[in-house]
């Protein structure tokens, strides 16, 4: 892929994203069937690609259409949120992509971002494409093997960070990094300095650059955390944003759209270092919904931010919902409450699949007993759930990993509806999502409007669209090497199944399917996402490969844990002793026995064994993106796993 650029030419608006009065109704899918079995969908895309411009023209482009339009909020010292207009975020954005230019970065130098989710971090996101350059993320928590690596393979001119402790790690590889010319720190004002450097340059020197970009160009070079090996770059593309957002704010409009009173506004505290976030961030400059940063996740912190904030969705990974579930349930407990907890919560279940049943036309929705049960627990319960997540959220967006069926349904039956998606880094995200008014729950959903999934013949999910990527990042060539077939397709390395609707199912990641030495085949994702939901459980590993049976590390969760030592009084037990005594292992059986009810005898936990530590990113047990390093877990726990098949 040539970043070349073009001369300078009249600068293009962005295109526009239409503004329907009301939501599309969604397109069914296309589907192909092989030997009676859907193997293929597709759905046309409700948005035409874009021909011009850029990420770097949307904030100019809502600064013209409407300069007085809430676009940011950022939080004050004093806790209170302060609203900026379209228009004054135009207005930072120009004055900071003049100080980036003044300082020497030319069209499609790579400038990474080493910071948590802040105000600045989108302002110089986007001043960054104003400017003509690609923007690299780099996780916050990288250490300085994974920064060195991602630095020099994009060839980073400048790199951008938050705080001291990461500007000191990356004056220590520096000398390792021989491109890198300019280093800035947002909390000492790098800003500020930008906007000083660049002050006397004419805003046509934003234009300019504004102009020469197109939608083919590189946008951004996301590297992936990498269960195993080195991390690759994915060069996502102006136009693979366009694709993905567009789409996905005509598909969503009750999310997106204000569709009452209300504007949208959601509190972003995803890391912008993933591409879920990122997407989202722009979904929402895109489409004029007010957005707030949360750069802290500690609960205390978080919970406060969303009371403050009052967001109307939520963008969230299964953990959060489940920690709001599992807390809202632990409140309940230690009031003496927790039958009425549990009645409220099997309610709420069967509210949201009596309404999913009527979406489908396979059953009359809620009956009157429902309605007012459900009606009965809204104060006790449902609105102490949704005053957690600020009050005002009606819409969640879950990807990452499963929700699973039963937190799914609770959340809808408590008036939070869910869309679930599945998608990639490659992929801009959501390749998938939940159909609004169609939902299935316990699927990812349809294909994203403009997007083809098809299952391969050895159950591998392919993926085709506009938000695919360009490809891998090559250093040497100096642009992306592409990585789909000579159709467009995209192989995932995920296991799949559509049903007879196009539905998608995942089943499990190919590479980490176990064999028993019985030849049984076992996809362990479904077993740990069932057993992470639990409040005890804070990680689980499934091993079983070239073994006689199935079983299974599990970590516990701290806050989960804190109540179960103050529920039973074993504040003061050392974790060592912990992990073996019997009512705690006696909870965690019932966990592994519910979770074994999704699978066969053959496919089920035989065996546990608790540990009394965590896998963190730390101690190299997860990736950033939190995801398991199985080689690591099962080195670093070998005796463990050989204990599990010791005869007893």
């Given at each position: 892929m040539?970043?070349?650029?073009s001369?300078p030419?009249?600068?293009?608006?962005?295109?526009s994203?239409?503004l329907?009065?009301?939501?599309?109704?969604?397109?069914?899918?296309?589907?192909?069937?092989?030997?009676g079995?859907?193997?293929e969908?597709h759905?046309?895309?409700?948005v035409p690609?874009?021909?011009h411009?850029?990420?770097?023209?949307?904030?100019?482009?809502?600064a013209a259409?409407?300069?007085?339009?809430i676009v940011l909020a950022r939080k004050?010292p004093?806790?209170a949120?302060r609203d900026i207009t379209?228009?004054?975020?135009a207005?930072?954005?120009?004055?900071?992509?003049k100080g980036?230019?003044?300082?020497?970065?030319?069209?499609?130098?790579?400038l990474?971002?080493?910071?948590r989710?802040?105000y600045?971090?989108?302002?110089?996101?986007?001043a960054a494409?104003?400017?003509?350059?690609?923007?690299?993320?780099?996780y916050?928590?990288?250490s300085?093997?994974?920064?060195?690596?991602i630095?020099?393979d994009s060839?980073?001119?400048?790199?951008v960070?938050?705080?001291?402790d990461?500007?000191r790690?990356?004056s220590?590889?520096?000398g390792?990094?021989p491109?890198?010319?300019?280093?800035?720190?947002?909390?000492?004002?790098?800003?500020?300095?930008l906007?000083?450097?660049?002050?006397?340059?004419p805003?046509?020197a934003?234009?300019?650059?504004?102009?020469a970009?197109?939608?083919?160009?590189?946008a951004?070079?996301?590297?992936?955390?990498g269960?195993t090996?080195?991390?690759?770059?994915?060069a996502?593309t102006?136009?693979n944003?366009?694709?993905?957002?567009?789409?996905?704010v005509?598909?969503?409009?009750p999310v997106?759209?204000?569709?009452?009173?209300?504007p949208?506004?959601?509190?972003?505290?995803l890391?912008?270092?993933?591409?879920?976030?990122?997407m989202v961030?722009?979904?929402c400059l895109?489409?004029?919904?007010r957005?707030?940063?949360?750069?802290?996740?500690?609960?205390d912190?978080?919970?406060?931010?969303l009371?403050?904030f009052?967001?109307t969705f939520l963008?969230?990974?299964?953990?959060?919902?489940e920690?709001?579930?599992?807390t809202?349930?632990a409140?309940?407990?230690k009031?003496?409450?927790?039958?009425?907890f549990d009645r409220?919560?099997r309610i709420?279940?069967?509210?949201?699949?009596a309404?999913?049943?009527?979406e489908?036309g396979a059953?009359p929705g809620p009956g009157v007993a429902?309605?007012?049960a459900?009606k009965l627990?809204?104060?006790l319960?449902?609105?102490?759930?949704?005053?957690?997540?600020?009050?005002?959220?009606r819409?969640?967006?879950?990807g990452?990993?499963?929700?699973?069926h039963?937190?799914?349904a609770?959340?809808?039956?408590?008036?939070?509806e869910i869309?679930?998606?599945?998608g990639?880094?490659?992929t801009?995200?959501a390749?998938?999502?939940?159909?609004?008014?169609?939902p299935?729950?316990?699927t990812?959903?349809?294909?994203l409007?403009?997007?083809?999934?098809?299952?391969a013949?050895?159950?591998?999910?392919?993926?085709r669209g506009?938000?695919v990527?360009?490809g891998?990042?090559?250093?040497?060539?100096?642009?992306?090497?592409?990585?789909?077939?000579?159709?467009?397709?995209?192989?995932?390395?995920?296991?799949?199944?559509?049903d007879?609707?196009?539905?998608?199912?995942?089943?499990?990641?190919?590479?980490e399917?176990?064999?028993t030495t019985?030849?049984k085949?076992v996809?362990?994702?479904?077993l740990?996402?069932r057993l992470r939901?639990h409040?005890?459980?804070?990680?689980?590993m499934v091993i079983?490969?070239?073994?006689?049976?199935?079983?299974?590390?599990?970590?516990l969760?701290?806050d989960?844990?804190?109540?179960?030592?103050?529920?039973?009084?074993?504040q003061?037990l050392p974790?060592?002793?912990l992990v073996?005594?019997?009512?705690?292992?006696?909870?965690?059986?019932?966990?592994?026995d519910d979770a074994n009810a999704l699978?066969?005898r053959a496919?089920?936990i035989?065996?546990?064994?608790v540990?009394?530590?965590?896998f963190t990113e730390?101690?190299?047990?997860?990736t950033?993106?939190?995801k398991?390093?199985?080689?690591?877990?099962a080195?670093?726990?070998a005796?463990?796993i050989?204990?599990?098949?010791?005869?007893?």
């Amino acid at each position: 892929m040539s970043h070349q650029e073009s001369a300078p030419a009249p600068t293009p608006a962005a295109p526009s994203a239409p503004l329907p009065a009301v939501a599309p109704a969604p397109v069914e899918p296309q589907k192909t069937l092989v030997d009676g079995r859907v193997r293929e969908v597709h759905v046309p895309p409700l948005v035409p690609p874009a021909r011009h411009g850029s990420l770097g023209d949307l904030p100019f482009h809502n600064a013209a259409e409407a300069p007085t339009a809430i676009v940011l909020a950022r939080k004050q010292p004093s806790g209170a949120w302060r609203d900026i207009t379209a228009a004054a975020f135009a207005a930072e954005v120009r004055a900071v992509a003049k100080g980036l230019i003044a300082h020497g970065l030319r069209p499609g130098d790579r400038l990474a971002i080493m910071a948590r989710t802040t105000y600045e971090w989108t302002l110089i996101d986007f001043a960054a494409w104003a400017a003509g350059l690609v923007t690299v993320p780099l996780y916050p928590t990288s250490s300085a093997h994974q920064a060195r690596w991602i630095l020099h393979d994009s060839a980073a001119r400048a790199c951008v960070v938050e705080d001291v402790d990461e500007a000191r790690l990356i004056s220590g590889i520096r000398g390792d990094l021989p491109a890198l010319d300019h280093l800035w720190q947002f909390n000492t004002g790098a800003v500020s300095q930008l906007v000083s450097a660049g002050r006397d340059l004419p805003d046509e020197a934003v234009d300019e650059r504004r102009a020469a970009r197109a939608p083919h160009a590189l946008a951004t070079l996301i590297y992936t955390s990498g269960a195993t090996g080195r991390p690759k770059g994915c060069a996502l593309t102006h136009a693979n944003f366009f694709a993905e957002v567009d789409n996905a704010v005509e598909l969503l409009h009750p999310v997106f759209r204000a569709v009452s009173q209300e504007p949208a506004a959601t509190l972003l505290f995803l890391p912008l270092s993933h591409v879920f976030g990122r997407m989202v961030a722009v979904g929402c400059l895109r489409a004029r919904v007010r957005l707030g940063h949360a750069p802290s996740i500690r609960t205390d912190d978080l919970l406060a931010d969303l009371a403050g904030f009052r967001p109307t969705f939520l963008l969230a990974i299964p953990y959060v919902l489940e920690k709001v579930y599992n807390t809202g349930r632990a409140t309940a407990e230690k009031m003496g409450r927790a039958a009425s907890f549990d009645r409220a919560a099997r309610i709420a279940r069967s509210y949201g699949e009596a309404v999913e049943a009527k979406e489908h036309g396979a059953g009359p929705g809620p009956g009157v007993a429902l309605k007012a049960a459900r009606k009965l627990y809204d104060p006790l319960v449902y609105r102490r759930i949704r005053a957690a997540l600020g009050g005002k959220v009606r819409y969640a967006l879950c990807g990452g990993s499963p929700l699973g069926h039963r937190l799914a349904a609770f959340y809808t039956g408590a008036g939070i509806e869910i869309f679930e998606g599945y998608g990639l880094t490659e992929t801009t995200a959501a390749a998938t999502v939940t159909p609004p008014r169609r939902p299935r729950i316990g699927t990812v959903g349809w294909p994203l409007p403009g997007t083809a999934v098809r299952i391969a013949d050895d159950g591998e999910i392919l993926l085709r669209g506009g938000h695919v990527f360009a490809g891998y990042w090559d250093a040497d060539l100096g642009a992306a090497r592409p990585a789909t077939d000579p159709h467009g397709w995209l192989p995932t390395g995920d296991l799949g199944a559509l049903d007879t609707d196009g539905y998608l199912t995942i089943t499990g990641r190919k590479k980490e399917i176990i064999v028993t030495t019985g030849g049984k085949n076992v996809a362990p994702a479904p077993l740990e996402d069932r057993l992470r939901s639990h409040p005890l459980v804070g990680q689980c590993m499934v091993i079983g490969d070239n073994r006689p049976y199935i079983t299974a590390l599990l970590t516990l969760e701290p806050d989960g844990l804190a109540h179960w030592r103050q529920m039973h009084k074993k504040q003061h037990l050392p974790l060592e002793e912990l992990v073996h005594d019997e009512r705690l292992l006696a909870d965690l059986q019932r966990a592994v026995d519910d979770a074994n009810a999704l699978v066969s005898r053959a496919e089920s936990i035989r065996r546990f064994a608790v540990l009394p530590v965590d896998f963190t990113e730390r101690t190299g047990h997860l990736t950033p993106s939190l995801k398991l390093r199985r080689s690591a877990v099962a080195r670093d726990f070998a005796k463990d796993i050989a204990a599990l098949y010791e005869r007893t």
